[in-house]
């Protein structure tokens, strides 16, 4: 459960919100009606309003949506926000939407309920014609060099005080964690981005997803893990990153980092063969991540063959 904090931290990005607000003021009309899912404390519905929209419709389940009402009178626009406390699968709507803006995503787009959520909510609440905000998001996947990172995951269990912690390395290590934004740039890499999934939100029908992509290492290095980023496309031409790479970015997020079970020294030129799913069970994700590296020298020999699973 988000906190009001957590909501401030989101508003603060200064990344993500300018780009919502460009493309708000895009979508918007005098005569839009708007629905407003996850709407939290309310900033996507206040700036709706503000562009023009007829009407708003703000849904949260969260305590939150009552602050969302205090701020939609302090700014004047009472009249034109109904506020409803549920869950958006839950409701129905007494007019459809023509814009549907959402940000349901958690350090990746493949999060909770989101998924399931945007495509009732594009089934049964969008007008013909209508648009989705965000309209899709491209995960993009690397093998990256971080042995500070992997030290924090492994260190608590290198055998303290003499005992064997096997057994929770093991756990941890078939674990994801948001990284901090700082604590990976473009130097990290050892392989070009492969894009790994565009989930494209005017079309999705399946909150699952798998690939494999064949990368090839850039330099020599250490492989501890792979980082998993996405970049949002909100309408034409607008939206944001959190590729290391990126001059902006949104870091409210972070990024998912997927720890190998165990280091594994690279050369330039070397194949990876990488697995990657992302499967919803009840209200989660479960994920698998298959890291295989051959030698640069003989492809038919391989360096490790590492089956991972969260």
Known sequence: MYTLSDYGGMIADSVR???????????????????????AAGIHALLASKFGARRVYAVESNEAIHLAKELAKANGFADRIEFIQDLSTNITLPEPADVIVSDLRGVLPLFGLHIPSIIDARQRHLAPGGRLIPMRDALWASLVEAPSVYKEIVKPWDYPYGLNME???????????????????????????????VLDYGSINDPDVSANMTQQATRDGTAHGLLIWFDAELTE????????????I????????????????????DIIDLAIGAELLDDHYRWRWRTCIRSRDDASLVKVDFEQSA
């Open 237 to 248: 031409g607008v939206g944001f990153s959190n590729a290391p790479h990126a001059a902006r």
């Open 17 to 39: 919100m300018d780009a919502y607000a460009y493309a708000l003021k895009a979508a918007v009309g005098p005569e839009t009606v708007v629905l407003d899912i996850g709407a």
């Open 167 to 197: 057994a929770a390395k093991k756990e941890v290590l078939n674990s994801w964690s948001r990284d901090n934004t700082e604590d990976f740039r473009l130097s990290h890499l050892l392989t070009d981005p492969n894009r790994w999934a």
């Open 250 to 269: 949104a870091d409210v997020y972070g990024r998912g980092f997927f720890p190998l079970q165990e280091p594994v020294p690279i050369a330039k030129g």
